[in-house]
């Protein structure tokens, strides 16, 4: 697997993208540590990125297999309960990064969406994180609470546009 040429134009995005983000963040009242972390945003991306062309089922699978076969790739990999950890703190460069690599409108789009579930059917009565957010809706796998990624591509394969909605909510209506 090639990283490199992935991981140059993730690491040029980040280089203008995250010190514009950095000054945006809200700042909390104590003081923060403000230490380099072990891995740079860049690196986690293009993780990221890879592990949904790879063709692996699950993600510690891809991970582990990274530490073994691609250490010189990636000379400072963390644990694997560390990277997870360091995960959310992607979501808006990530975001972001997808955005900015957006195809062309060529006129034909596909839309499709995929259930985002965030707990067990038997336990959406207790949920309090997303209550009144989430939504009960139903996917081609069945019931799920939760909600739901929607994109929208060209004939090329390329993203034209992303959103996230309730798990009630019909793909058609939201392109």
Not at 164 to 172: L, R
Request: charged residues 25%; positive net charge; contains cysteine.
């Amino acid at each position: 697997m090639e990283f490199t040429s992935l991981f140059c134009d993730v690491d040029d995005f980040c280089k203008v993208f995250e010190p514009k983000w950095r000054r945006k963040l809200l700042q909390c009242g104590g003081r923060r540590r403000n230490r380099k972390p072990r891995l740079a945003l860049s690196e986690i991306m293009t993780i990221l990125i890879a592990f949904h062309s790879s063709g692996f089922r699950t993600f510690k699978d891809y991970y582990l297999m990274l530490c073994r076969q691609h250490r010189d790739d990636f000379p400072n990999l963390v644990s694997y309960q560390r990277f997870v950890e360091l995960m959310p703190s992607t979501l808006v460069p990530l975001s972001g990064y997808l955005m900015s690599r957006r195809g062309e409108n060529t006129g034909v789009g596909f839309i499709d969406s995929t259930s985002l579930a965030i707990c067990g059917n038997k336990r959406i009565r207790r949920n309090r994180v997303f209550a009144g957010v989430a939504k009960i809706g139903r996917s081609t796998m069945g019931w799920f609470f939760g909600f739901k990624l929607h994109l929208i591509i060209n004939e090329c394969g390329e993203l034209l546009a992303a959103t996230v909605t309730p798990g009630n909510s019909d793909a058609g209506k939201c392109g």
